[in-house]
């Protein structure tokens, strides 16, 4: 499994790098392709359970969501949710099914804003000044605390993070996740061509909050897959998972970068 994941990962890794670096529309189509699938696989996982989410209709209200920050006018967003959430509501209505209505329209709009709309994160990071460079700090943030996670929690790991949720994980490696993601922001400050305008403090406390938000996205998703009793969201990635699997902690991680320059560099 190891070495199906490394494999992968190098495949994958330069691949994703190169859409990044090249910006809109291929960024952009990068991830609104990843979005519909890791939601096709969230609306794949309520039905498993028999909940019969709105699937084709929440697709396209997370594609429009992913993309709103193309919109020039900046309220079509909040329009566009707003308009997902009372056209959803109206379909209860024209449906025969009347058990568990609101469940369905539970995870229907759930999955739109889990996926479709902390997505668009990413979409506006890369549209920022420096944004090529934002994305790549989120994106090998996240990895770098991924990977170091994993090791030091193989190697080290004795006390349990949250046994209930994802028994695997241990403090030793969130601590050593961190560890990672921080290394990782600090390559940001040295004077090369993905160099960001920030003090080494401002990388070490972006790359405490990418990892911790990044941690807190796998557990989320962890629950969800207990919840829904599945041990991937799929099996479409040679030794990764599902699209959500691969994911569930960079998804966070945009959201936190982007409010981070908001509030703290422009």
Known sequence: MLNKRIITALCGVPLVALLVWFGTPWFTILVAGWGMLALYEFYQMAASSKIEPFAYFGLACALFLIISPHYENASVTPFLATSAIVLSLIWLLLRPRREGAFI??????GGVLYIGWLLSYFVALRGLPDGRNWVF???FA???SDILAFFVGKLLGRHRLAPNISPA????GAAGGVLGSVLVSLFFV???PLALPISYGQAIALGLLVSVFGQLGDLVESLLKRNMKVKDSSNAIPGHGGFLDRIDSVIFAGVVVYYYIMFFVL
């Open 142 to 144: 996240t990895f770098g």
């Open 104 to 109: 369905d329209w539970s995870w229907t709009i």
């Open 169 to 172: 994980k241990t403090w030793e």
């Open 190 to 192: 040295l004077p090369t």
């Open 137 to 139: 700090l989120a994106l």
